[in-house]
């Protein structure tokens, strides 16, 4: 009688003991607090089929600060607001990973010219009263592909805690720059209007490196 109470008891700690292993070994899904170049952001993770997860994450950062451009003086804002749909494929047994996906770009970058004497603007010269309130933007399409490599599981087969890395692009394609001059005595006149689409052209050329945007992110996962 001893002995069968004893092995009920055995086969009873054996049945959680692997209960309780397959239930560690089927994690399926994580949250991901991540610090990336495209600002600070937050993710979930979920397992899809065998080697592929999918993940789906928000971003943003906001900065602000004055910058010269073409001698013209901008108190600018810079906002980093993004939300990314990406699948991690996993083609060997460790954490390395090939990932692509989508990025609904939000970012842009906003700026009001500082008051001055002159503008220098195209190929003219204008005064203050001429110009008015002169601002600008640059962002980027809506949508953008992403393609990169990682290391680490996004969701790791056992519950707890990870770490990972992530490196890739957003090929967000040309930025789209914007100057608005508002008040000025000029302001619907067409040859400012033409010397400012002039000036966009130009600032478009100088910053069009970012038409391929660097994504750099270190993340804490966990995994349940």
């Avoid at 770009?105 to 700026?111: A, E, I, S, Y």
């Amino acid at each position: 009688m001893l002995y069968k109470r004893i092995m009920s008891g055995l086969v009873g700690l054996a049945s959680c003991c692997v209960v309780s292993t397959v239930q560690a070994e089927e994690a399926n899904g994580s949250v991901l607090t991540k610090v990336s170049t495209q600002g600070l952001g937050v993710e979930l993770s979920g397992s899809a089929y065998d080697g592929i997860s999918v993940r789906v994450g928000f971003n943003y950062f906001d900065y602000g600060r004055e910058f010269d451009s073409d001698d013209i003086t901008y108190d600018a804002d810079l906002t980093l607001k993004s939300v990314n749909f990406l699948v991690d494929w996993y083609p060997f047994e460790s954490g390395f990973r090939i990932t692509g996906g989508g990025v609904w770009d939000m970012n842009k970058l906003t700026g009001t010219a500082l008051a001055s004497d002159n503008y220098s603007i195209g190929s003219r010269d204008y005064t203050q009263d001429q110009v008015g309130i002169l601002t600008g933007q640059v962002d980027f399409r809506d949508i953008s592909p992403y393609a990169g490599i990682g290391f680490g599981r996004t969701v790791s087969k056992e519950s707890g805690w990870g770490f990972i890395a992530d490196f890739g692009v957003v090929f967000t394609g040309s930025p789209r720059v914007n100057l608005v001059s508002s008040g000025g005595i000029l302001s619907d006149h067409p040859i400012l209007l033409a010397d400012l689409q002039s000036e966009a052209d130009s600032v478009s050329d100088d910053i069009k490196v970012f038409k391929f945007y660097p994504v750099i992110a270190l993340a804490v996962t966990y995994s349940f």
